[in-house]
């Protein structure tokens, strides 16, 4: 069974800057993409960021690009999502998952992720 605990998240002002962790069990993890989804309340899951089991490819949504970064450390069985610049549009919770293994590192779907985390809430005032 796979487990995803995402934690960092908190109550920043716009302009501030968070790092998400998020930490997954099991001896596989470095053979997976991992993703970043959040959502606000009363909208949908959308998909934020993405980066290839090999760590060298990354993806985000054009709403976060340029000032969010996603990273991980394998041997950690860790990724990150360093999140800059923060706006108030960014309010949601934010949830950690695992996606194809070997994969490209550029999927954006939901329906690609099996497995998600249980999310940590970032709130960002104006």
């Known amino acids: 069974q796979v487990q995803l605990v995402e934690s960092g998240g908190g109550l920043v002002q716009a302009g501030d800057s968070l790092r998400l962790s998020c930490a997954a069990s099991g001896r596989t993890f470095s053979r997976y993409d991992m993703g970043w989804f959040r959502q606000a309340p009363g909208k949908g899951r959308d998909f934020v960021a993405t980066i290839s089991w090999t760590g060298d490819i990354t993806y985000y949504a054009d709403s976060v690009k340029g000032r969010f970064t996603i990273s991980r450390d394998n041997a950690k069985n860790t990724v990150y999502l360093q999140m800059n610049s923060l706006k108030p549009e960014d309010t949601a919770v934010y949830y950690c998952?695992?996606?194809?293994?070997?994969?490209?590192?550029?999927?954006?779907?939901?329906?690609?992720?099996?497995?998600w985390g249980q999310g940590t809430q970032v709130t960002v005032s104006s």
């Open positions: 998952a695992r996606g194809t293994s070997y994969g490209s590192g550029t999927d954006s779907r939901t329906e690609s992720y099996p497995y």
